[in-house]
């Protein structure tokens, strides 16, 4: 696919139109992130670490810097990272085994979830409160602006914008967003995943929630 902003992690910025090899043999999960000009990409390994590559304007790739990087780098020395999700157009996030989620990149529509509301950026991760968090894929989604996350416990919350309704908060647009994790109802959700304006759900006894903006019958009703 497109490589002009080294998402490719072959350390060159060329378009190919074949599969090419990310260097190593431990990759666990990968995830990769986009938005316009913002392209970024990484994964766990199965030693624990944390691996980012692509576009950097805003600190996405935790390097505590704003330097972009056509190959994989390391994102610290910590070894205890369990799941990255690329999926919001500026930011990015992340759980440990010992439960906690991090979180780092641009502030747009307080998407960072750290309370604060302003455009700040985040060049290296930072935890969001708690620490029961789940580390799996399906328990951790972001999209645009939102991030949604599954705790051991059941429950389910979210943060970011709001502008279709997507947060499940019960109002529309004149909310804008929240700046900090707020819980959908219920402690028997199992698997999240959300797009723009939309977000989706099951629960453990296998139904299917939909909630947020409905453009081109996304919500399925």
């Known amino acids: 696919g497109r490589g002009d902003l080294g998402q490719l992690g072959q350390n060159d910025i060329i378009d190919r139109s074949s599969p090419v090899q990310i ?4 990759w666990n999960e990968v995830s990769i992130g986009y938005q316009y000009e913002q392209i ?6 199965t030693d624990g670490t944390l691996w980012m590559w692509g576009q950097n304007q805003f600190g996405q790739l935790a390097q505590n810097n704003t330097t972009k990087y056509s190959s994989p780098v390391q994102v610290g020395s910590n070894t205890t990272w369990q799941y990255y999700y690329a999926g919001g157009f500026v930011h990015s996030i992340a759980t440990k085994t010992d439960g906690t ?5 641009k502030n747009n529509v307080g998407c960072l979830g750290l309370s604060q509301s302003a455009p700040t950026a985040y060049s290296s991760p930072v935890q969001i409160p708690g620490t029961t968090w789940q580390g799996s894929r399906f328990k951790l989604s972001s999209s645009s602006y939102n991030t949604m996350a599954i705790k051991t416990d059941g429950t389910l919350w979210m943060w970011g914008q709001n502008e279709g309704g997507q947060l ?9 967003g929240y700046s900090s994790p707020v819980q959908i ?8 995943a959300n797009v723009f304006y ?6 453990t006894d296998g ?8 453009d081109a019958g996304a919500l399925g009703l």
Do not use: C, F, I, M
């Not at 260097?23 to 431990?26: D, E």
């Not at 989620?101 to 990149?105: A, F, H, Q, R, S």
């Not at 499940?168 to 804008?176: D, K, M, R, Y």
């Open 101 to 105: 989620l991090w979180v780092w990149g």
């Open 185 to 192: 109802p219920g402690t028997t959700w199992d698997k999240v």
């Open 207 to 214: 139904t299917l929630w939909a909630w947020g903006n409905n």
């Open 198 to 203: 939309a977000s989706y759900a099951t629960k």
């Open 168 to 176: 499940g908060q019960n109002e529309g647009p004149a909310q804008n």
């Open 23 to 26: 260097p190593g043999t431990t």
């Open 40 to 45: 970024k990409a990484g994964g766990t390994k």
